[in-house]
């Protein structure tokens, strides 16, 4: 869905695509982490055990809906082609710009109707993006 912003700028929005603060993004970031590694020593563990995990260590409370929203991202970016499943079902969707990871740099799409626009879209870290 393209939007434009009170800037008057455009942008592509994934729709469902969770908008992480910088603290959830975080929280996102470190448990794909563990989870990469938990698939590095073959004892693959659950994202939302490794989310439970780790904010307990970390004396982290987060309600349902936060859960909720971390676990949609964090299965988007360890599934299929992750966030860029979103723009490839998408026929107007020319090129995918992935410059860089975190909130601070998004994945930019070229649409074949308005050009290139800013995505809500973005990676955790660079193993997503391999």
Do not use: H
Not at 18 to 41: G, W
Not at 72 to 82: E, H, M, R, Y
Not at 100 to 119: A, H, I, R, S
């Amino acid at each position: 869905m393209i939007a434009e912003l009170r800037s008057n700028e455009r942008c592509y929005l994934v729709k469902d695509f969770p908008t992480l603060s910088p603290q959830e993004e975080e929280i996102a970031r470190r448990v794909f982490e563990e989870f990469l590694e938990s698939k590095k020593s073959k004892k693959v563990l659950d994202l939302k055990k490794i989310l439970e995990n780790y904010c307990e260590k970390n004396f982290l409370e987060l309600d349902f809906e936060q859960q909720d929203y971390i676990l949609f991202a964090l299965k988007s970016f360890s599934s299929g082609f992750g966030v860029l499943d979103n723009f490839l079902s998408n026929q107007n969707i020319e090129e995918i710009a992935v410059i860089g990871t975190g909130l601070q740099k998004p994945v930019f799409v070229y649409e074949k109707n308005f050009g290139w626009l800013k995505t809500n879209a973005f990676y955790l870290n660079e193993q997503e993006v391999i």
